[in-house]
């Protein structure tokens, strides 16, 4: 008996099916997966998948917990970039202890299947957040900016730089907390040399300096999870363009519009610390993520201290309302 994750009911599937199969569930038609056991964890269903593997939602039998694990495909295991990338990640988030940063339990291998568990998140990513709700409140974006910003500080601390921010890299768990993952391109801060052939990153939040192929640092990072923040803040990516190649140029030579220009309601100290951290030149942007979060946190208290004010004027409002009704 498998237990839909859409509606709770309980399905019979023979004992023949194979695992990981995906069928309907009897009564609402979502998909539930007929679970397979890795060692002592159970694979009960997809959270996600990628280039390099498939994660799941997992039941650690031996500590009684639930975890994810990302099983990587076979077709990849005896190659040996993919291999190093997985590996990479693995050491990456091993070596890194931050709330916001996606925990590493261990990298297992089994019948010819290597695999990591984590720390499960599986609340969806916030690029499924975007396209559900077109764009977030402002101070749910900030909130998430602070708190990515601070995991990306920590990361530098131990001279690693992630080199994939998006909104599909932060996902949230049970209590809603962003977490960040996967550092499959994560490379340490030293042995980032100028001119690199290969340009990693996502076209639509890539820094500028990636694109010519000159030296990548934090600055880099710090670019495109502002690009990020701005896509969730206004719906819209930094630069919309009807092909890769305009939108890669675009990062180069088309000036940013101001989140505040895009949506009038935004207040202007979340606006302005997004377009200085998307500044061209890296070193118009923010000197550290410290001086970031800082312009981050202090947006993010202007606004709370408008919305208060907001509300005790309505309330202001609404009680006036009810005396002259009473007279």
Not at 20 to 40: A, D, E, Q, W, Y
Not at 79 to 90: D, T
Not at 163 to 184: H, Q, S, W
Not at 228 to 250: K, M, R
Request: with cysteine; aromatic share 8%.
């Amino acid at each position: 008996m498998v237990t839909c994750g859409g509606c709770g009911v309980k399905n019979f599937i023979p004992g023949d099916t194979a695992p990981l199969s995906v069928v309907p569930c009897n009564r609402c038609g979502f998909s539930i997966m007929m679970p397979k056991m890795l060692r002592h964890f159970e694979l009960q269903s997809i959270v996600g998948e990628g280039g390099m593997g498939t994660v799941f939602s997992a039941f650690d039998t031996i500590l009684e917990r639930e975890v994810a694990v990302k099983l990587m495909k076979p077709d990849l295991a005896n190659h040996p970039e993919s291999l190093e990338s997985f590996y990479r990640e693995a050491r990456a988030c091993a070596s890194l202890n931050h709330t916001n940063i996606i925990h590493i339990y261990s990298f297992e291998e089994f019948e010819g299947n290597r695999f990591l568990v984590m720390e499960l998140a599986d609340r969806g990513s916030l690029d499924l957040r975007i396209e559900k709700e077109r764009h977030l409140p402002e101070l749910e974006v900030l909130d998430i900016g602070i708190k990515v910003a601070s995991a990306l500080d920590t990361a530098l601390k131990h001279n690693l730089l992630h080199r994939d921010i998006k909104p599909g890299n932060i996902l949230f768990n049970a209590d809603g907390e962003p977490k960040l993952v996967d550092f499959g391109l994560a490379r340490t801060t030293d042995s980032n040399a100028e001119g690199d052939d290969a340009v990693w990153g996502t076209p639509y939040y890539i820094a500028p300096e990636k694109i010519r192929r000159e030296r990548e640092d934090f600055l880099s990072d710090l670019y495109s999870l502002a690009g990020t923040l701005y896509h969730a803040l206004t719906g819209h990516v930094p630069f919309e363009a009807a092909t890769v190649e305009e939108v890669i140029a675009a990062h180069i030579h088309t000036p940013l519009t101001p989140p505040n220009l895009v949506i009038p309601e935004i207040t202007a100290p979340s606006s302005d610390a997004l377009v200085c951290a998307m500044a061209k030149n890296p070193e118009d942007r923010f000197g550290s993520y410290d001086e970031f979060i800082m312009a981050l946190t202090a947006a993010r208290s202007q606004l709370l201290v408008s919305q208060l004010r907001a509300s005790r004027d309505a309330s202001h409002t609404r009680a006036n309302g009810r005396s002259w009704w009473r007279r």
